[in-house]
Nanobody, 116 residues
Framework: IQLVESGGGMVQSGGSLTLSCVAS????????MSWVRQAPGKWPEPVST????????YYSDSVKGRFTISRDNAKNTLYLQMNSLKPEDTALYFC??????????WGRGTQVTVSS
């Protein structure tokens, strides 16, 4: 099982980034998929989940209204569109299989840095 994130980078406050995660080694369409982030010195924080069954979504209060999670099952790819970025969004962002609270597999992460 592999989860490979991309799309991170440095952006100014108010800017946008789109993260991607390509999954392999399992039937992607059958699984809930999540984004989790970890800032330096902090615990991992659930960001968003998209559910396999009906495509419904969950967002943490800190990103609701600014981030959008989506998936393309034909491409085995998970996305996170991030708008109106804030310095407090700076973190290592991980793609994860399963719910955002207790995923069973994680990628290696992609760094997002937002400058003020």
């Amino acid at each position: 099982i592999q989860l490979v994130e991309s799309g991170g980078g440095m952006v100014q406050s108010g800017g946008s980034l789109t993260l991607s995660c390509v999954a392999s080694g399992f039937l992607f369409s059958n699984y809930d998929m999540s984004w989790v982030r970890q800032a330096p010195g902090k615990w991992p924080e659930p960001v968003s989940t998209i559910y396999a069954g009906n495509g419904s979504t969950y967002y943490s209060d800190s990103v609701k209204g600014r981030f959008t999670i989506s998936r393309d099952n034909a491409k085995n790819t998970l996305y996170l569109q991030m708008n109106s970025l804030k310095p407090e969004d700076t973190a290592l962002y991980f793609c994860a299989r399963g719910g955002a609270i207790k995923p069973d597999y994680w990628g290696r992460g992609t760094q997002v840095t937002v400058s003020s």
